[in-house]
């Protein structure tokens, strides 16, 4: 009698991480693979299951198939299940809590994928997200609340060593709906006075000579674009997520050019090891890759 066939793991979370960044450059270097050995490591699974379940399309991205769909939502149940037997029967490599802080910008739109990917590989690892300006995340990094935190660059403090994560424009946001954006003066949305992107629009305002008035102020990204999406206000920030209903300003819209912004990621002087490394490592892989994938992230 044949022994029946058997689904390895590795294959299993190569095919994962392939079938969510839509890319086996960007698979690899989370796995720390070359990408002939995940190409091959997803047709050994092929050849097990005796159906192809990825596709490349003729923009150069990765497809699921219909046998690959299915096979996704199963793969991350048998993962899951794999690495909780793992942990329950052996001390994990990492453990432990770590606190990390993050303006909620970069929250929404890139730490689920970034937090999704860390828990697979440190299942035994806890992460405690904090969500707040970058001025406020300094303080509470110094004041010793955090281990590790995204900021924007030139906000982090003094004696604190800050690793380059990305480097992009910032932009004029306007609802998809309404031309708020040709009133005068003109209302704008912002956050609070220590925040650099608010100083940034305010600066290149007063020097195209455009007036202007603070309409509506908030703490959270998300609290800056509802009046924008209700067509009172215009406010700004980079593109790495826009609700539906915004869109970004053209050039030619009449507002003047804003300047790039950087990310960093700052650690903490009294940072809880090793579980800090184990997600700064993580987090900055997930940024160069991203990169390669020219997707924009960014932080407030």
Not at 203 to 212: C, E, K, Q, T, V
């Amino acid at each position: 009698m044949n022994q029946p066939l058997a689904l390895d793991p590795d294959l299993l979370r190569a095919f994962v991480l392939i079938a969510e960044g839509r890319s086996f450059t960007r698979a690899a270097a989370l796995l720390g693979r070359t990408q002939s050995a995940v190409s091959m490591q997803v047709k050994r699974l092929e050849e097990v299951l005796g159906h192809p379940v990825l596709q490349r399309s003729k923009g150069g991205s990765v497809d699921l198939t219909s046998h690959g769909t299915y096979l996704l939502g199963r793969a991350r149940e048998i993962l899951a299940l794999n690495d909780e037997v793992l942990t329950t029967f052996r001390e994990p490599a990492v453990a432990g809590t770590v606190r990390l802080g993050t303006p909620d910008d970069y929250a929404f739109r890139f730490l689920p994928q970034i937090l999704a990917r860390f828990a697979r590989f440190h299942p035994a690892v806890d992460v405690d997200v904090v969500c707040a300006p970058s001025s406020d995340l300094a303080q509470r990094l110094q004041n010793g609340e955090l281990d590790l935190t995204l900021l924007t660059e030139g906000i982090e403090p003094r004696g604190y060593a800050a690793t380059p994560l990305w480097h992009g424009p910032l932009n004029w946001i306007v609802s998809a709906r309404h031309t708020t954006h040709r009133q005068t003066p003109l209302p704008l949305a912002l956050a609070h006075e220590t925040c650099s992107w608010r100083q940034a629009a305010m600066r290149a305002l007063d020097g195209a000579g455009r007036s202007y008035r603070v309409a509506y102020v908030s703490g959270t990204q998300v609290g800056t674009q509802a009046p924008v999406m209700a067509g009172l206000a215009v406010t700004v920030a980079t593109l790495s997520w826009l609700p539906d209903g915004l869109r970004p300003l053209r050039p030619d819209e009449g507002l003047p050019p804003l300047p790039d912004f950087g990310v960093v990621l700052v650690k903490g002087l009294t940072a809880r090891q090793p579980v800090t490394d184990a997600l700064a490592e993580h987090i900055e892989a997930s940024f160069r890759m991203e990169a390669s994938g020219d997707l924009a992230l960014a932080a407030e």
